[in-house]
């Protein structure tokens, strides 16, 4: 069952999604060669409860962190840790929480000092990919319409959606209905459900350099590319309004 959000809980869940923007801000801005991606999730959950907010991840099916931090060939859900990180690496920041009851979850992938120009593009392509699925976010499109628009740039600019994960409903609850492919299932658009003003989508393409394929580390958590290259992930938590799509995450002037 979709849940229709009324315009005073889009308010709500716009202020949630204002702290997550906030926190990916600063953790792009610290994150640098020799810094530990256990310190940046120190970081964000002492942020995010300064906010009044709690970190949504972190307890969520026994996840035990307040961000997911994936390197280079790790897709999603990294568990962050003591490696230092070093110069060229690539570094996927996923980011929850949860405030007065609404859930807001975005992620970015940042560089760690000068990357390849191969994994300088390899974001950018990931990042525009976002943007053309939120664009697709209107009433009288259907849900797939944003799957395959995504699909259909990432695999024109040479690269491969990931299958196994899925953007996906959110609002009180992180995950709600319905699941948001990054590629479209049929292979065409114009299917799955009508899109509804009130709805609130998390759009979250991971894109890969070579196969769509993955694989789960022995944590249980960690996802890794099957062949080892490079994996982008950018998200943002969208609601449909009948003025277009509202990019709840996304800093706007009046910030917190
Ligand atoms: N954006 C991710 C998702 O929607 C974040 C979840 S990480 C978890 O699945 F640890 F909380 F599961
Ligand atoms: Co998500």
Known sequence: MIITKTPQELEKMHKAGQ???????ELREIAKPGM???ELDRYAEKRIREFGAIPTFKGYRGYPYSICASVNEQ????FPNSKLLKEGDILSID???????YVGDSAITVPIGNITEEAQKLISITQQSLY?????????????????????????AGYSVVRD??????????????????YAPSGKPGTGPKLREGWVLAIEPMVNIGTYKVKTEK?????????????AHFEHTVAITKDGPWILTALTESQL
């Open 165 to 182: 994960y899925c953007g996906h409903g959110i609002g009180r609850a992180m995950h709600e209905d319905p699941q948001v492919p990054n």
């Open 132 to 156: 053309i699925g939120i664009e697709n976010m209107r009433v009288g499109n259907r849900l797939h319409d944003i799957s395959y628009h995504i699909q259909k740039f990432v695999e024109e």
């Open 75 to 78: 897709v999603v859900h990294g």
């Open 219 to 231: 944590d249980g958590w960690t996802v890794t590319t099957l062949d080892g290259k490079l994996s």
């Open 36 to 38: 530990t991606t256990l």
């Open 19 to 25: 702290v997550v923007g906030t926190v990916l801000k």
């Open 95 to 101: 980011c929850g929480a949860t405030l007065d009851g």
